[in-house]
């Protein structure tokens, strides 16, 4: 009867092999499975740690160009602050010259 683990339950596994450095046969032996399971979920848990990296280098870069459009939208602002206050000036002598 084939038995159905969770993913969790998968983890668990692979890393209790990595960790006790306990042969694949032993592992495969413990928990009922067979070696070809095994080394899926191996290469999937190789996977997932790869791109664990991965996402985490790209988080990094995601957060840095978060700031640097946080930092320019703040540089927009203050120049459209900069010509608001530029065009009431300019009207107001516009009025005065027409005055």
Same mark, same amino acid.
């Given at each position: 009867? &084939?038995?159905?683990?969770?993913?969790?339950?998968?983890?668990?596994?692979?890393?209790?092999?990595?960790?006790?450095?306990?042969?694949?046969?032993?592992?495969?032996? /413990?928990? !009922?499975?067979? =070696?070809?399971?095994?080394?899926?979920?191996?290469? +999937? #848990? #190789? *996977?997932? =740690?790869?791109?664990?990296?991965? !996402?985490?280098?790209? !988080?990094? /870069? &995601?957060?840095?160009?978060? &700031?640097?459009?946080?930092?320019?939208?703040?540089?927009?602002? *203050?120049?459209?602050?900069? +010509?608001?206050?530029?065009?009431?000036?300019? %009207?107001?002598?516009? &009025? !005065?010259? %027409? =005055?």
């Amino acid at each position: 009867m &084939k038995k159905i683990l969770s993913p969790e339950q998968k983890y668990q596994i692979i890393k209790e092999h990595i960790m006790s450095r306990r042969t694949v046969t032993a592992t495969c032996e /413990k928990y !009922n499975i067979s =070696a070809n399971a095994f080394y899926k979920w191996q290469e +999937i #848990f #190789f *996977k997932g =740690a790869l791109e664990g990296f991965v !996402n985490q280098t790209s !988080n990094r /870069k &995601k957060q840095a160009e978060i &700031k640097e459009v946080e930092r320019l939208k703040a540089e927009i602002i *203050k120049k459209d602050s900069i +010509i608001a206050e530029i065009m009431g000036e300019n %009207l107001e002598l516009k &009025k !005065n010259n %027409l =005055a």
